[in-house]
Each structure stands twice: as C-alpha cells, then as structure tokens.
C-alpha cells in the first residue's frame, strides 16, 4: 500500500547535532563507537574510535569485545545502518 508522507527537513539535526559527542555506528560489518569529531556529504570522522567485534549483551552498558583503534576513523555514511548517542 502506497502512502503519501510529509517529510520535513531539519537544519543541524542527525549526525551533525552530535559532533563532539561519543556516538555508536552500527554499520553492515561492524559496530564503531568514539566521539564524533567532523561530518561532510560523504563520511564522518571518529576520534578515540573502537571496533566492536562481539557486543555481549546489548542490556549492559559497554561491549564485550571493543577493539581501539591505532588512529583516527573514517566512516562512510552509506555504510552506516543505525547510529545514536552514548549515554
């Protein structure tokens, strides 16, 4: 069933509304946590970035098994399925 839906866009909203916070990326592969530090038309960049490669319960706080990074991360947003703020 086809619908008709209104979108309103939103200046600074999404990604850009949480630069300078710790974000989770919940992308095809993998999971990327750090704080967000740019964002452009193509990628965002993570400083003190982590790959997560066994989440553990997702009840507790923090992962199983998170991984830092050497260097700074760069993550393509059409890789990215999910994302949001670490409280």
């Known amino acids: 069933m086809k ?3 209104s979108v309103q866009e939103v200046d600074n909203e999404g990604l850009i509304s949480l630069l300078g916070e710790e974000v ?5 592969n993998y999971i990327y946590t750090g704080t967000l530090v740019g964002v452009n038309d ?3 960049l ?3 970035a ?3 490669y066994e989440t553990g319960p997702l ?3 923090g992962f199983k098994d998170a991984q830092a990074c050497k260097y700074s991360r760069y993550i393509m947003l059409s890789a ?3 994302f949001s703020h670490v409280v």
């Open 3 to 5: 619908k008709l839906v």
């Open 80 to 82: 990215i399925e999910s």
């Open 59 to 61: 009840s507790e706080k």
């Open 24 to 28: 989770e990326l919940w992308c095809f």
């Open 50 to 52: 982590k790959v997560v």
């Open 46 to 48: 993570l400083e003190h």
């Open 42 to 44: 193509t990628c965002c």
